[in-house]
């Protein structure tokens, strides 16, 4: 992965979806360009191939996938299949859609070998516990603090750095991503000093009235 990233999941939100994501992603592209910096997008299934197809210059990943392989599982969201219609990457286990460590586990074992894998975890002893899955990368969310107004580098910037320590201790190959509350560029400087590789956020951007505005101050602390 090159360093640092940027990545944004659109959840479901009322911008960020169908037509909305088609728009974002365009924008993510641009400012993506401008600023020679990773910027990464985990969208809807719905949206995953839409966006592939029409949008360049733009990584796009899966907003979650199951532990399953090819067989009679209606509704599943299998691994290849992602890979096949594009995706470059999947998020996992975010506290949206949490899934147990065996659950975890056995999702890894299936992803296709050149998708990237970000597992989302809530505390320290969580993310030390998935490192020995090896992820190439985990994301430290304090679920009490997505989408709120105050960025966990803030509230809690020791979480993070203990993440790192934690982490590197068990897998030297995984990064760490900061989540929840990031909002700015500042907010993302702080994730970096504190030996993060980049950010996992959403509303900041997706319920932005301006999502371009907010994604330059977002990059504008990286170069």
């Known amino acids: 992965m090159t360093k640092p990233i940027i990545c944004v999941n659109f959840k479901i939100h009322p911008q ?6 088609e728009k974002l992603a365009r924008i993510m592209a641009k400012v993506s360009k401008e600023f020679g ?3 990464i997008a985990a969208v809807s299934a719905f949206d995953l191939s839409s966006i592939i197809s029409k949008v360049e210059g733009l990584d796009v990943w899966s907003q979650h996938l199951d532990a399953i392989d090819v067989g009679s599982h209606t509704g599943s969201l299998q691994p290849k299949n992602a890979f096949f219609h594009g995706a470059k990457g999947t998020l996992l286990n975010h506290a949206e859609n949490q899934i147990s460590l065996d659950q975890i ?3 890894l074992n299936l992803i296709p070998e050149g998708m990237v894998t970000c597992v989302c975890a ?6 030390r516990a998935i490192a020995a899955f090896g992820p190439d990368m985990i994301a430290v969310e304090p679920p009490e603090l ?3 107004d105050i960025s966990v580098t803030t509230a809690d910037p020791d979480i993070i750095k203990n993440t790192v320590l934690a982490v590197k201790s068990v897998n030297p190959n995984v990064d760490v991503l900061t989540g ?7 907010d993302v400087k702080m994730a970096i000093q504190l030996g993060t ?3 996992l956020l959403a509303s900041g951007v997706t319920k932005s009235e ?6 330059r101050d977002l990059c504008s602390s990286l170069i």
């Open 146 to 148: 997505i989408g709120g």
């Open 37 to 39: 910096v990773k910027l």
């Open 16 to 21: 960020a979806y169908g037509e909305g994501a």
């Open 180 to 186: 929840a509350g990031v909002k700015n560029g500042e």
């Open 105 to 107: 586990e056995k999702t």
């Open 122 to 127: 809530a505390d320290v002893e969580q993310a």
């Open 197 to 199: 590789v980049g950010v």
């Open 210 to 215: 301006d999502p371009e505005k907010v994604l």
